[in-house]
């Protein structure tokens, strides 16, 4: 279906409503499948949990990606300069350690701190992936409860791509608070890779403001069980490397860097 066709249909009331409560349903009936055919002791999150970071309930996949995107990370840095080993280290957004996992895998003396809003995946990571990280429940707004220069790496794959503007940049300076002077955040965005599912309005948006907010499918029941404000960001390359200059140097940005899907920027808080 071609995007005018699309933007036309969600144009008509009740349309968007329907869509999401099919999509509802069919998560349903899949979530069900996975319950009933997945072995029940498994180091795996379960499928509810793996569906909210990953939205997919294929394991082979869940794995496949955690593994790949920890490496992309571990490259990112290492080209960027320094190496995680013995460093202290958060995962802000970090699920129940989809990605967490492997990349302490690579740096097995990274002191790693993972924080995430989401209840269910801090307490199912304090319970079976303490071996790895630290779990804890962060609020979805800063100031967080670490103090100032805490950390020597930070980084969040796929928590930018959810926020609105102000959110954006208000985590974007607690970050800076939370780095050693140095010290580097690597964020991925939904770049020029990512915006397949934007309408011609968004993406218009998008060239004109560089930044684009998806709020138009609020009225679908949510699958991530995650708050309202949890929706779909776009940026453009040009966007992050003005605006998120304002708080911190912009050092690499990796088009695709992720999965060849998210771009990956990579940036520093200058020495004071
Ligand atoms: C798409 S998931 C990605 C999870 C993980 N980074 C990964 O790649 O597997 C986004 C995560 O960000 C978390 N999140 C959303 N807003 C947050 C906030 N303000 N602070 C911390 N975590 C947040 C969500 O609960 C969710 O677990």
Redesign the pocket.
């Known amino acids: 279906m071609d995007n005018a066709l699309k933007d036309a249909l969600k144009a008509v009331p009740g349309v968007d409503e329907a869509v999401g409560l099919v999509r509802y349903l069919q998560y349903r009936q899949a979530l069900r499948n996975a319950l009933a055919s997945e072995p029940q002791a498994s180091d795996l999150p379960p499928p509810h949990l793996r569906y909210?970071?990953?939205r997919s309930f294929d394991i082979a996949e869940y794995v496949a990606t955690?593994r790949d995107?920890a490496s992309s990370i571990s490259n990112a840095f290492a080209a960027a300069g320094p190496t995680l080993h013995g460093k202290d280290v958060l995962?802000?957004?970090?699920?129940p350690g989809?990605?967490a996992r492997w990349l302490k895998d690579l740096h097995p003396t990274m002191r790693l701190t993972c924080?995430?809003?989401?209840d269910e995946?801090v307490s199912w990571g304090q319970e079976h992936a303490a071996d790895i990280a630290r779990f804890l429940r962060?609020d979805?707004?800063p100031p967080s409860a670490f103090p100032p220069g805490t950390f020597d790496a930070v980084y969040?794959?796929?928590?930018f791509t959810?926020?609105d503007e102000p959110?954006q940049d208000a985590?974007l300076g607690e970050i800076r608070r939370l780095l050693r002077p140095g010290g580097l955040l690597l964020a991925t965005t939904h770049g020029e890779f990512a915006t397949g599912s934007c309408s011609e309005e968004e993406l218009e948006r998008l060239q004109r403001h560089g930044i684009v907010f998806r709020t138009t499918r609020k009225r679908r029941i949510k699958l991530d069980g995650?708050p309202g404000f949890?929706q779909t960001t776009f940026h453009t390359r040009n966007y992050v490397e003005a605006h998120w200059s304002n708080t911190l140097e912009v050092v690499a940005y990796l088009p695709g860097g992720i999965q060849r899907h998210q771009d990956t920027v990579l940036l520093r808080r200058p020495a004071d």
């Open positions: 909210r970071v990953h955690g995107v995962d802000l957004g970090s699920g989809r990605v924080v995430d809003i989401d995946a962060g979805p707004h969040c794959i796929s928590l959810h926020l959110m985590w995650l949890y």
